[in-house]
């Protein structure tokens, strides 16, 4: 019979547990030492000699989302199934171990996954889990000027106008409007309750939400320096912005760009991005996104993928997903690469289906213009 | 550890959690009762995130009942502010209390009178907050990833001390810490700070026997047999890969309702159609669901 060995009781537990707090922040689970302090107080509750009570209580005292609820478990099972403490990996310069994290980016808001079975093969097909049809060609992220960030700050500025035009539940003071009867009552209090000059409001513009779903398949490779550096502004200039990867799978990837700047985003980024390839599944990688990420579009949202549009999946499910996508948003944008090259048509398969549901096909070049239409047009070209 | 008061409903235990809850007729697992559990008796938040429709809020609203205790709640919108949130001065009063001694007071008098505490309108927060008697109150605060960013940054001083900076007055420390309940449908990423407060438990969708015994617990006319019908469609509804919006528990409940109300006693491919409004939210869920589609479910084992 398969047994469990012996749980540690008394101080052995101690140390015990704080290399599983070790073992789990190696695995990219951020435990704070706020975190351990309040599993310490919950094991004075729960009999530690309870196998699951001490699972469940550490899992709600140590877990911040579903990704770090599925890597506890995992982690659970090998850490205390183990009489020794497994040891974490080395942390030096040279032999560094890339954890978890570091290999594959911030935890998404996956829901609780099923345990991976612990062996090296796994591993490994998480490794190339962009490219199981093309072998690893990695991204070079050449860095842009600063002048060319500082005209994408621009740019995204001015596409942030753009899309958060609704009005929305915020009211701020404005010269003219509706009367706003609190302020001006608080205002009389000045001069003994007379109501001598009336102050208005006005509904402020709702805040843009956006979505980037960022190719970095292997077909995107050369133009991953500067797709970066308008995903990383996109990211910067509008607070609502979460960033997904895909290539033949699909990950959120915001965690990677959240409070970092472009300097310090940049290599890790090109660490992040070494091991993709090619074999685009944009479909595949919607239906993934609307299975596990749907709960995050609104009808405010916008959504900008970011494609060169080269696509081994089904274009028919590709028309049906980016059907169901617009359907639910409040405007697709695709910007492509190749957009603002001369002669440039649409002639993938992909973007043929896609093109009856954008509102805008847009360059990255187009961003950093200053003059760009006013409104978006269904299936039009930015300069068009 | 310190010797924190907790409700007398729930006794001591992880399975005094359950029993109580249970009574409430609320389904629980003991991931969620050990979380409801450390929430009351270490006193820190709890953060509950999990699909729509799963019993998230419900939760709260069950462990009030079950321990007596005054229920408040907090509904998270955009734009939700201190003055909806924690507290709002009584203008119109105030007004009227200067009109009505501006002539036998001073301006420091009636300044003083009016920043007081009689003037102030005591929002969901700062209720909770004041909350006095032998049961503490339960705060529930629905739905945060609807609230904006800045809300949170309003929280993190409720959450954390169990106090409010009200400036005219002073600081409001709770006498009686809250159960505070948080949820979210995770439709955006809530702040680490938020989340380094509190406790944290996932609510997913539940397993064809917990939402049999679910449905038998909330309506208790239904047989068991066709309970487990009605599961085993929605599970089986639940896995398409294709739907936009996955029937949560709460439209199995009242889905299940409908259809007793119905005088149905199974499921009929004439029924399902007629009612499955119910269980799908989504115009082109249901138009994808036509009779075939739904004609396949139904034979499914």
């Known amino acids: ?19 599983f707090l070790d073992r789990l922040r190696a695995e990219g689970v951020q435990v704070g030492v706020a975190a351990g302090v309040d599993l310490g107080h919950a094991l004075d509750l729960v009999p530690t000699l309870d196998r699951p009570a001490f699972r469940e209580s550490c899992r709600v005292t140590l877990a911040k989302s579903p990704a770090d609820l599925a890597k506890l478990d995992w982690v659970f099972d090998e850490y205390w199934s ?56 990695g991204h070079a992220l050449a860095p842009v000027s600063p002048s060319e960030l500082r005209r994408l700050r621009s740019g995204a500025r001015r596409f942030r106008r753009r899309v958060a035009t ?18 001006t009552a608080r205002r009389s209090l000045r001069t003994g309750g007379e109501w001598v000059e009336l102050s208005h409001r006005d509904r402020t513009a709702r805040r843009a939400d956006l979505v980037v779903l960022w190719d970095v ?18 990211h910067r200039v509008i607070r609502r912005t979460r960033v997904f990867a895909f290539g033949h799978e699909i990950e959120e990837v915001s965690g990677l760009f959240q409070g970092q700047s472009y300097a310090r985003a940049l290599p890790e980024l090109t660490g992040r991005l070494a091991g993709t390839g090619g074999g685009t599944q944009i479909a595949h990688c919607l239906g993934e996104f609307r299975r596990h990420w749907g709960a995050v579009l609104r009808s405010s949202t916008t959504v900008v993928i970011v494609s060169d549009g080269w696509d081994l999946g089904e274009t028919e499910v590709l028309g049906s997903e980016l059907e169901r996508l617009r359907h639910q948003t409040a405007q697709v944008v695709w910007v492509n690469p190749y957009a603002a090259e001369k002669g440039f048509v649409p002639a993938t398969a992909a973007l043929k289906v896609a093109l009856p549901f954008l509102d805008l096909l847009a360059s990255p070049a187009d961003f950093p213009r200053p003059h760009a239409p006013r409104h978006l047009g269904r299936g039009r070209s930015w300069a068009g | 550890m310190t010797d924190v008061p907790s409700s007398p409903a729930f006794g001591g235990s992880v399975e005094a959690v359950m029993e109580a809850l249970s009574r409430e007729r609320y389904v629980i697992d003991r991931g969620l009762a050990t979380a409801a559990f450390l929430a009351i008796r270490l006193e820190k938040p709890l953060l509950i995130e999990g699909e729509p429709g799963c019993g998230k809020t419900e939760i709260a609203k069950a462990l009030a009942a079950a321990s007596g205790a005054e229920l408040i709640r907090l509904q998270c919108y955009e734009g939700l502010d201190a003055s909806a949130s924690l507290y709002e001065w009584d203008y119109p009063r105030q007004l009227l209390e200067i009109r009505l001694h501006e002539r036998d007071r001073t301006t420091a008098q009636l300044e003083t009178e009016i920043y007081s505490e009689r003037f102030l309108l005591r929002r969901p927060l700062l209720r909770a907050l004041e909350g006095r008697g032998p049961v503490r109150p339960v705060l529930l605060i629905d739905e945060l990833d609807r609230a904006d960013e800045e809300f949170e940054g309003l929280l993190l001083e409720v959450l954390s001390e169990f106090q409010v900076t009200v400036p005219e007055i002073g600081t409001i420390r709770a006498t009686t810490i809250p159960l505070v309940i948080l949820t979210s449908n995770r439709t955006r990423e809530l702040g680490d700070a938020i989340k380094r407060r509190c406790l944290y438990a996932y609510i997913g969708y539940p397993t064809a026997d917990k939402e049999v015994e679910i449905l038998r617990r909330r309506l208790p006319g239904l047989p ?11 599970q089986r509804l639940r896995g398409q890969e294709d739907l936009a919006k996955r029937p949560g528990v ?50 499914a084992p």
Request: glycine share 8%; aromatic share 4%.
């Open chain 2, 224 to 234: 068991e047999h066709f309970a487990r019908e009605i599961a085993g469609f929605v």
């Open chain 1, 82 to 137: 183990s009489p020794a403490t497994v040891p974490v990996p080395p942390a030096s310069e040279e032999g560094k171990v890339p954890n978890r994290r570091e290999r594959r980016g911030s935890p998404g808001p996956m829901p609780p996954r099923a345990r991976p079975p612990r062996t090296e093969e796994v591993r490994e097909m998480i490794e190339g889990r962009y490219s199981p049809r093309a072998p690893p060609t």
């Open chain 2, 250 to 299: 709460a439209e199995t409940l009242d889905w299940a309702a409908a259809l007793l109300a119905l005088g149905e006693g199974s499921l009929r491919s004439v029924s399902v159609t007629e009612t499955l409004g119910l269980l799908l939210k989504d115009a082109r869920d249901l138009e994808s669901y036509r009779q075939e589609r739904l004609d396949s479910l139904l034979a």
């Open chain 1, 217 to 234: 398949s292997g077909s995107m490779r050369e133009h991953t320096g500067p797709l970066f550096a308008l995903v990383h502004t996109l």
């Open chain 1, 1 to 19: 019979m398969n047994r469990s060995p012996p749980f540690p009781t008394g101080a052995r537990v101690l140390s015990r547990v704080q290399g």
């Open chain 1, 166 to 183: 609704l009005p929305g539940r915020h009211w701020h003071r404005a010269p003219t409007g509706t009367i706003d009867l609190r302020r």
